[in-house]
């Protein structure tokens, strides 16, 4: 079974739609992150909750809303999408707290978003 | 901004082992030294991370100066499904929400 998993894997939509990227993890983790890589390939976080509750919000267009319905799934919804918003966006989670782990972040495979 | 320095680019024949630097000159005394890879079209995939000591594990083993001003990632026998970009990264161990920097990372490419 697949950690962390992110639907769509794909996404291609027109300027101005709202659309979500699901996330949902099965590793019993307390915290999930929302991470942005742009076409030059710089990983950047957007979002952090760590048991539903927002922990870290970087500087994102507030067209951008993380929703934490229970620890185990964060989604992206993107309201009046731009074309800058196209790029690729991982979900991760991790166990805050962890000794030996050291909070040590698992990535999903990606969710490809391109604004047309 | 990323806390470390890492070169953009290295070679390693398959086979032989990949050593790959790391500079972190700035790092604070509960700062751990983690490193992930991507390979093309994946997610960030951890690799390894230490504190003080030497680590090693299945995938890799991480070397870092009594210092602690720059770590080296070794793969002791690379394979071409190593080839990727590898990000070592500096962050403490409390809670700060796992934000984890990535910097321009080392792109490894492992030739036959």
């Known amino acids: 079974d697949t950690a962390v998993s992110q639907t769509p894997k794909y996404l291609v939509t027109q300027m101005g739609n709202d659309k979500s990227i699901k996330c949902e993890q099965n590793?019993?983790?307390?915290?999930m992150y929302w991470y942005k890589q742009d076409s030059k390939k710089f990983l950047k976080i957007m979002f952090s909750?760590?048991?539903?509750?927002?922990?870290i919000n970087e500087t994102v267009p507030n067209r951008f809303s993380p929703k934490s319905p229970d620890k185990a799934h964060l989604n992206l919804h993107i309201n009046s999408l731009e074309l800058g918003d196209s790029a690729v966006y991982f979900c991760?989670?991790?166990?805050?707290?962890?000794?030996?782990?050291?909070?040590?972040?698992?990535f999903g495979e990606g969710s490809w978003l391109t604004v047309v | 901004d990323a806390k470390t320095t890492q070169p953009p680019s290295m070679d390693c024949a398959e086979g032989r082992a990949a050593n790959l630097p790391c500079n972190h000159s700035?790092?604070?005394?509960?700062?751990?030294v983690y490193w992930y890879r991507q390979i093309h079209s994946q997610g960030p995939q951890y690799i390894i991370h230490?504190?003080?000591n030497n680590e090693t594990n299945e995938m890799a083993s991480l070397i870092i100066t009594e210092d602690r001003k720059s770590s080296t990632l070794i793969l002791p026998h690379a394979t071409l499904r190593d080839t990727a970009v590898y990000y070592c990264?500096?962050?403490?161990?409390?809670?700060?929400?796992?934000?984890?920097?990535f910097g321009q990372g080392t792109e490894l490419s492992v030739k036959p």
């Open positions: 991760a989670s991790s166990q805050v707290g962890a000794a030996r782990s050291g909070n040590t972040i698992y």
């Open positions: 590793l019993g983790h307390d915290t």
């Open positions: 909750y760590n048991n539903k509750e927002l922990i």
């Open positions: 700035t790092i604070s005394g509960n700062e751990y």
């Open positions: 230490g504190l003080k």
């Open positions: 990264i500096v962050r403490p161990s409390y809670n700060q929400g796992g934000k984890l920097i």
